[in-house]
């Protein structure tokens, strides 16, 4: 059985190039490239237990990849257009992303990631501006698209002739979940209690035939990927997404995740975006 977490989708996820992912998740699975990221250095087994309680799990005549497409084409469709949309995300990992800023430090492995991006008349991003910051609010990286261009204004990278695009609010757990269908992965789906609301939990683990070694510091292979996604019940948006990996000694270590802490529409982005958005024309 082939993996679905292929190196090059590992190293992509893991290099400077990121914040051109800033739309991250949201242009493509892997366009972020310094995401992984999020440490929890207490914890080496993350897992739900702690914030959810399982209220039922039934097997559904549905394939898991169907059920997840309608819940986010619901959230899609409640989204507004010629509107801006404000996302934030916590990110987590306890795995090192390997990246160095322009002045010399390492990118933490503990951000939150903003974005705001305007919904044109065609429900696809226009323009918009996403930053990653530590957690005293200081500014690690920040991406602007406007005009076809996207702009890395921390590194100082730009591409071009850039299309608008549609957000990709599953962060590529649809995809994720599609590739395990094909190899015949069973989709546990249930519902549960997250942070006191219904949601709905699909999940699957994945077994390497053989342990896969990643570049990067660990030098422990890893043996299967266990991969979540919580869906709220009430407001269809992805509330969180999770993947943790299984060393070859035991050990599980959270490779990525992905909480959503706010989603918004507003007809006005805050002054300080605007003036960022300009400048990088």
């Known amino acids: 059985m082939k993996g679905i977490l292929r190196p090059k989708t590992v190293l992509a996820l893991i290099t400077v190039f ?22 929890q250095s207490e914890s080496n087994s993350p ?4 914030e959810s309680l399982v209220t039922s799990s039934q097997p559904s005549q549905e394939k898991a990849s169907q059920v997840i497409s309608e819940i986010t084409n619901k959230w899609k469709g409640k989204i507004k257009k010629e509107e801006w949309l404000h996302l934030v995300y916590q990110i987590n990992s306890e795995i ?6 322009p002045d010399g ?16 008349k065609d429900g696809l991003v226009e323009k ?13 990286q920040q991406t602007v698209f406007n005009g076809s261009v996207e702009t890395n204004l921390t590194f100082g990278f ?22 395990a269908e094909g190899l015949k992965i069973a989709i546990k789906h249930q519902d549960l ?36 996604g919580l869906f709220a019940s009430e407001t269809d948006e992805m509330s969180l997404y999770r993947k943790v990996w299984k060393y070859g000694n035991g050990q599980d270590v959270l490779f990525e995740e992905c909480e959503l802490l706010l989603a918004e529409s507003t007809t006005e982005a805050p002054l300080d975006v605007l003036t960022v958005l300009e400048s990088a024309k």
């Open 18 to 39: 990121a914040i051109a992912g800033i739309m991250f998740t949201m242009m493509s699975e892997n366009v972020y490239a310094n995401k992984n990221p999020f440490s």
């Open 47 to 50: 897992k739900l237990s702690t």
């Open 96 to 101: 090192d992303n390997g990246v160095i800023l």
């Open 105 to 120: 430090r390492p990118m933490p492995s503990s951000y939150t990631e903003e974005g705001w991006y305007y919904i044109n």
């Open 128 to 140: 918009s501006v996403v930053t990653l910051k530590d957690e005293t609010g200081n500014t690690l």
């Open 158 to 179: 730009k591409t071009e002739n850039i299309m608008p695009y549609e957000l990709k609010l599953d962060r590529g757990f649809l995809q994720y979940v599609r590739d």
């Open 193 to 228: 209690q997250y942070k006191d609301k219904p949601h709905k939990e699909f999940s699957f683990t994945e077994v390497y035939d053989q342990p896969i070694q990643f570049n990067g510091e660990n030098k422990e292979p890893v043996q299967s990927a266990y991969v979540t």
